[in-house]
């Protein structure tokens, strides 16, 4: 794909993008291991998505989608044995979450995805799941791994070594079917699994320190408006930003305060960021966010910041490069276990568009603002680099050339169609 430069966009534009990624993982999921019947609108239609709805109808759970919702009945934690493999595509979310799901659960199952995903280490998880019981024949770690489950789960007490959402939330799916237990050291990682499954009739208690214990429950199915994805919002934030005459809103975006940070990073770099119509919704806080051309001043984002926008991170480096000074991203180092290794990702891709960017191994500094200059890069199989570049192109001095963008589907497929709308340019 070659991506145009576009000098002149829109003055103003109203951007929705689709449902958040991670809410809507957890609306199937969680609504499956329920009582009852929801529905769930508004849910993202990615690819990762649906590779979580697809597993929850081979383990028994019925699932019908409509014009407007995602019927899921719920099967009271009763899942049937699959007869074939668990495929969870490029989907961490799905495999680490599932992990946790069914580990109380009397089957066996094969979870394997693919080529990027059976690179990306599992046994964050299955460390503390083997600890109470949970049985891996082979590999604990890469994909494929076979995991059978066990159904005397005792009450556990485990500090996490990583503040991640997806280690939390699969080891509180296991205490929820079992005995119930303590996870320490997930202070401000993303709490949608908290808020659900409280609304759901679980008793969540959770500390002021992030600490989080979970009582032994039956799960009431819930009705779910999910809220638009924030980390797909932030593409469009960042576009307006360095525009110099766009203004763009985005309405009913997601912002709960552990995944707010590319907002307050934004505003604290200068940008005119404003939030209207705020609201709450299904549990989870909402609001229109108008966001301005704006003149960036250069930061210093600290480790305690970086679990709050750890997806964004891409496209605020786009941003550092028109910011004036130093702006220095440090305590990521698990950027290197995502899709792709991420800091390495951004750090070649910017250099090829001719930006001075100093990599570290847990993050990386930029010093602007510098020209965008254009070039062809690899997409990596990583749908944030690829919607970076594609946002970069908009100040890019020259054409830029990406291979391999069908990664985008996963977590934002209508992504071209909103670009093309504020007015980017792109030829197959």
Same mark, same amino acid.
């Given at each position: 794909?070659?991506?145009?430069?576009?000098?002149?966009?829109?003055?103003?534009?109203?951007?929705?993008?689709?449902?958040?990624?991670?809410?809507?993982?957890?609306?199937?999921?969680?609504?499956?291991?329920?009582?009852?019947?929801? %529905?769930?609108?508004?849910?993202?239609?990615?690819?990762?998505?649906?590779?979580?709805?697809?597993?929850?109808?081979?383990?028994?759970?019925?699932?019908?989608?409509?014009?407007?919702?995602?019927?899921?009945?719920?099967?009271?934690?009763?899942?049937?044995?699959?007869?074939?493999?668990?495929?969870?595509?490029?989907?961490?979310?799905?495999?680490?979450?599932?992990?946790?799901?069914?580990?109380?659960?009397?089957?066996?199952?094969? +979870?394997?995805?693919?080529?990027?995903?059976?690179?990306?280490?599992?046994?964050?998880?299955? %460390?503390?799941?083997?600890?109470? $019981?949970?049985?891996?024949?082979?590999?604990?770690? +890469?994909?494929?791994?076979?995991?059978?489950?066990?159904?005397?789960i005792p009450h556990f007490d485990f500090t996490l070594h990583i503040a991640s959402a997806q280690m939390k939330s699969a080891l509180?799916?296991?205490?929820?079917?079992?005995?119930?237990?303590?996870?320490?050291?997930?202070?401000?990682?993303?709490? %949608?699994? /908290?808020?659900?499954?409280?609304?759901?009739?679980?008793?969540?208690?959770?500390? =002021?320190?992030?600490?989080?214990?979970?009582?032994?429950?039956?799960?009431?199915?819930?009705?779910?408006?999910? !809220?638009?994805?924030?980390?797909?919002?932030?593409?469009?934030?960042?576009?307006?930003?360095?525009?110099? *005459?766009?203004?763009?809103?985005?309405?009913?975006?997601?912002?709960? !305060?552990?995944? =707010?940070?590319?907002?307050?990073?934004? *505003?604290?770099?200068?940008?005119?960021?404003?939030?209207?119509?705020?609201?709450?919704?299904? $549990? #989870?806080?909402?609001?229109?966010?108008?966001?301005?051309?704006?003149?960036?001043?250069?930061?210093? +984002?600290?480790?305690?910041?970086?679990?709050?926008?750890?997806?964004?991170?891409?496209?605020?480096? +786009?941003?550092?490069?028109?910011?004036?000074?130093?702006?220095?991203?440090?305590?990521?180092?698990?950027?290197?276990?995502?899709?792709?290794?991420?800091?390495?990702?951004?750090?070649?891709?910017?250099?090829?568009?001719?930006?001075?960017?100093?990599?570290? @191994?847990?993050?990386?500094?930029?010093?602007? !603002? @510098?020209?965008?200059?254009?070039?062809?890069? #690899?997409?990596?199989?990583? %749908?944030?680099?690829?919607?970076?570049?594609?946002?970069?192109?908009?100040?890019?001095?020259?054409?830029?050339?990406? /291979?391999?963008?069908?990664?985008?589907?996963?977590?934002?497929?209508?992504?071209?169609?909103?670009?093309?709308?504020?007015?980017?340019?792109?030829?197959?």
């Amino acid at each position: 794909m070659i991506l145009h430069p576009s000098p002149t966009l829109k003055t103003q534009a109203i951007i929705t993008v689709p449902g958040d990624k991670s809410i809507s993982h957890r609306a199937l999921m969680f609504n499956a291991l329920a009582t009852g019947t929801a %529905h769930i609108e508004n849910m993202l239609m990615g690819e990762d998505v649906l590779c979580t709805l697809q597993i929850l109808r081979q383990l028994g759970v019925p699932i019908t989608l409509s014009e407007q919702y995602c019927i899921v009945e719920g099967v009271g934690g009763h899942f049937q044995q699959p007869s074939s493999v668990l495929y969870c595509g490029n989907s961490g979310t799905t495999m680490r979450l599932m992990l946790g799901l069914l580990a109380p659960q009397p089957i066996s199952v094969i +979870l394997t995805g693919d080529a990027s995903l059976q690179k990306r280490p599992m046994d964050r998880v299955t %460390h503390y799941l083997r600890d109470v $019981g949970v049985s891996y024949p082979e590999s604990d770690n +890469l994909a494929p791994i076979i995991q059978q489950g066990c159904t005397t789960i005792p009450h556990f007490d485990f500090t996490l070594h990583i503040a991640s959402a997806q280690m939390k939330s699969a080891l509180l799916l296991a205490a929820v079917q079992s005995a119930g237990g303590i996870v320490r050291g997930g202070k401000s990682s993303r709490d %949608h699994t /908290e808020k659900m499954l409280k609304g759901m009739g679980a008793s969540v208690l959770q500390e =002021a320190n992030g600490d989080v214990q979970i009582q032994p429950s039956t799960l009431k199915a819930q009705d779910i408006t999910v !809220p638009n994805d924030i980390s797909s919002a932030a593409f469009f934030m960042v576009a307006a930003v360095l525009s110099s *005459q766009t203004t763009i809103e985005l309405p009913n975006v997601g912002l709960n !305060p552990t995944r =707010a940070g590319i907002i307050h990073t934004l *505003q604290r770099m200068g940008a005119s960021v404003t939030i209207v119509n705020q609201r709450e919704m299904c $549990g #989870e806080l909402v609001g229109d966010v108008v966001v301005y051309p704006s003149c960036l001043t250069g930061i210093t +984002l600290n480790k305690d910041t970086i679990p709050t926008m750890i997806d964004e991170l891409p496209i605020l480096a +786009l941003a550092a490069t028109q910011a004036y000074g130093t702006t220095i991203i440090r305590g990521a180092a698990d950027l290197r276990k995502k899709e792709s290794d991420r800091i390495h990702s951004i750090v070649q891709m910017f250099k090829t568009f001719g930006v001075d960017i100093v990599e570290y @191994q847990d993050g990386f500094s930029i010093t602007g !603002p @510098q020209s965008i200059q254009g070039g062809k890069i #690899e997409g990596f199989g990583d %749908h944030r680099i690829i919607m970076t570049a594609a946002i970069a192109s908009l100040i890019s001095e020259n054409p830029i050339v990406i /291979e391999n963008v069908d990664a985008v589907n996963t977590s934002f497929p209508n992504f071209w169609e909103l670009f093309v709308e504020i007015g980017g340019r792109f030829t197959s």
